[in-house]
């Protein structure tokens, strides 16, 4: 699990960035601050492993973060200002992220995160092939291409399969951000997992939701405005028009 925090001035940018990194299996946004006075205060009580900081800080610039951070923590850049890149990266900056960032272009920067939090020596591990779930009756085995969508349900989970029943587990969503491989399995919301390739269409709705239509299944999901812009993005077909208000 990566361990973010995000360091921005405007409320409305750390609301967006942190819906768009907690889709992203495998990452938890653990603190939030908006100037960089109140991130030094909370960064040793939270240990972030990346930091996503803004430039243009009230009192003081995001720049000087740079100075009091452990050598080991990576930070990216998120702002609308494009001429402070080489200065970054010469002051160790992991990534450079120009305002406006779409949702793709942080997925890329976590997977750099990822390859480069990865520990020396380790291996990818074999691609999954099926998902772990206990039930009350015993343990089922799920091949992956059977799971259409997730969905959650307070402390439980609901998930949605090809050819089957939905099934009602005792897990939280987030705990198949671990096990699920994450090119395939995107989270789009606070409480949705979906298969990207098992998606088979994504029809407009009236309000600029979408209504989502899988293979090998006659259930369809309607999801939401937010929702079906972070959808759009990962499959390289958003309109910026349709963009929820920050």
Known sequence: MIRAMLVDDEESAIRWLSDVLSSQPGV?????????????????????????LDISMPRQCGMTLFASVDAGIRIVLVT?????????????????????????????TVERLRSSLRPPGAVPSAPVERVTITTPSGTVFLPIDQVLWIEARQNYSLIHRAG???????RLLGDFGEE??????????RSLIINLEALRSVGRLQ????????????ET??????????LRQMLGAADPSDAPPR
Do not use: Q, W
């Open 28 to 52: 938890e946004v653990v603190g939030t601050a908006t100037s960089v006075e109140e991130a030094l205060t909370l960064m040793d009580t939270i240990r972030p492993e990346v930091v996503f």
């Open 80 to 108: 609308a200002h494009d001429d402070r890149a080489i200065e970054a990266f010469e002051a160790g900056a992991f990534d450079y992220l120009l305002k406006p960032v779409t949702a793709a272009r942080v997925g890329k």
């Open 207 to 218: 309000g600029s939701g979408a209504l989502l239509e899988f293979a090998e299944s006659a």
């Open 180 to 189: 699920l491989p994450t090119r395939r399995f995107v989270r789009i919301g």
């Open 221 to 230: 999901l309607v999801i939401g405005r937010a929702a079906t812009f972070r």
């Open 164 to 170: 089957a029943a939905p099934l009602l587990v005792k």
